[in-house]
C-alpha cells in the first residue's frame, strides 16, 4: 500500500506471513511541559501502526531543537517521555537524528509489522457497516484555548490524559474481530478522515453529532469564539462532499474540523459484531468508545451525511 487512498502508513510484504509498516510524523510542542510533549509525539506517531492493525516494533527520534536557545535538558525530557510511550507500546528507541532548529519539533519514524492479510486499510467499508470512534475528539481547540487562558485546569489535564493514552489497547481488542477499514483521527479531525474512508470506499458516511464523544468544554470553547488556524482549511477541505440532515450550531460543524492529535481510532465493522466490539472495548478500558454512524451506498448527497 502507498498514496493511492491516503491510508496511514504504507505496507510492504516481506514474505507470505510479514509485512512491516512504515510511518512518521513530527509535531511542534501542544504545551510547555517537556516530558508531555515526548509522549504526546510519540503517541501521535505510533497510533498510524495501530490504524494499520499492526505492531510497531522500532522507533526513530526526530528532532529539531534550538539548542542556543533552551538548554540540553530540555531535550533529554522530550526523549524520555517519547521513551515512555515507545516502552509502553512494545517498541524500542533504535537512535534518530537531531537538527539544530529555530522552534522545537519532534516525532518518530515508526517501523510496524503485521500478517499481510490481516493489514486494515481506510477504502474498506462496506454498506450497512457501524462507525465506532475510540476517543473524544476535541484537543485542537482546548489547546489553543488553554493557550488563551480560556478553559479549565480539569479540562485541559483530562484532554491532555486522552491524547496520551496510546491506541494500543483499542487496536488489540480490534484484532479479534473482522475490522472492513481503519483510520486514525489527526490533522484533518474527523470529518477529513472520515472524508477520506468514505471517498476510499466509495461510499457514504452517515455520522449522528449526538453520537460523538467529544472532550469536555471543547464545544463550550468554541461557542465562546476560540477555533484553530486549521478548522479553515479542513472546512473547505469537506463542505462540498458534506450534507447536513439537521440544523447544527457552528460549535457543532466546528467540532467536526477540529484538528487531533494522537486522536482515536474510527473503524468500520459489520453491525452484527458493533455490539461484541464495543463491549470489549469498553472491557479493556476504552470507555469513551462509541457508535457514531454507520456505512451507506453513496448517492447524490455526498460522502458525509451529517445527522
Not at 510492504?12 to 509498516?21: G, V
Not at 517521555?81 to 515508526?110: C, N, Q, R, Y
Not at 463542505?239 to 447544527?248: D, S
Request: net charge negative; proline share 5%.
Amino acid at each position: 500500500m502507498g498514496f493511492d487512498t491516503s491510508d496511514d502508513a504504507a505496507v510492504y510484504r516481506l514474505n507470505e506471513d510479514t509485512a512491516i509498516i512504515t510511518t512518521a510524523d513530527f509535531i511542534t510542542p501542544p504545551l510547555d511541559d517537556p516530558f508531555l510533549f515526548g509522549q504526546i509525539a510519540a503517541a501521535n506517531s505510533i497510533s498510524d501502526v495501530y490504524a494499520m492493525g499492526g505492531r510497531p516494533i522500532t522507533c526513530l527520534n526526530l528532532a529539531s531543537f534550538p539548542s542556543k536557545k533552551l538548554p540540553a535538558e530540555i531535550l533529554h525530557e522530550i526523549i524520555s517521555g517519547a521513551l515512555s510511550k515507545i516502552t509502553e507500546s512494545g517498541a524500542i528507541l533504535a537512535g534518530g537524528h537531531t537538527i539544530d532548529d529555530e522552534e522545537p519539533k519532534f516525532g518518530l519514524s515508526v517501523t510496524g509489522i503485521a500478517h499481510p492479510d490481516k493489514i486494515w486499510k481506510n477504502s474498506e467499508s462496506k454498506p450497512g457497516d457501524s462507525l465506532i470512534l475510540t476517543k473524544p475528539i476535541g484537543s485542537g481547540v482546548i489547546f489553543n484555548a488553554n493557550l488563551k487562558k480560556r478553559v479549565s485546569q480539569q479540562a485541559f489535564d483530562e484532554c491532555v490524559n486522552i491524547i496520551t493514552t496510546l491506541n494500543k489497547a483499542a487496536a488489540e481488542v480490534m484484532s479479534g474481530f473482522d475490522i472492513h477499514a481503519a483510520t486514525d483521527i489527526t490533522g484533518f479531525g474527523l470529518a477529513g478522515h472520515a472524508f477520506e474512508m468514505a471517498k476510499g470506499s466509495g461510499l457514504a458516511l452517515h455520522i449522528c453529532v449526538d453520537k460523538l464523544p467529544i472532550m469536555s468544554e471543547a464545544i463550550e470553547m468554541y461557542e465562546k469564539g476560540v477555533t484553530t488556524g486549521v478548522n479553515k482549511f479542513n472546512r473547505e477541505l469537506v463542505e462540498p462532499y458534506m450534507k447536513f440532515e439537521k440544523q447544527l450550531t457552528p460549535a457543532q460543524r466546528e467540532i467536526l474540523v477540529d484538528p487531533q492529535t494522537s486522536g482515536g481510532l474510527l473503524v468500520a465493522v459489520s453491525e452484527a459484531d458493533e455490539g461484541k466490539l464495543l463491549a470489549a472495548l469498553r472491557d479493556a478500558g476504552v470507555k469513551d468508545a462509541n457508535i457514531i454512524g454507520s456505512v451507506q451506498p453513496l448517492d447524490k448527497d455526498g460522502y458525509l451525511i451529517i445527522s
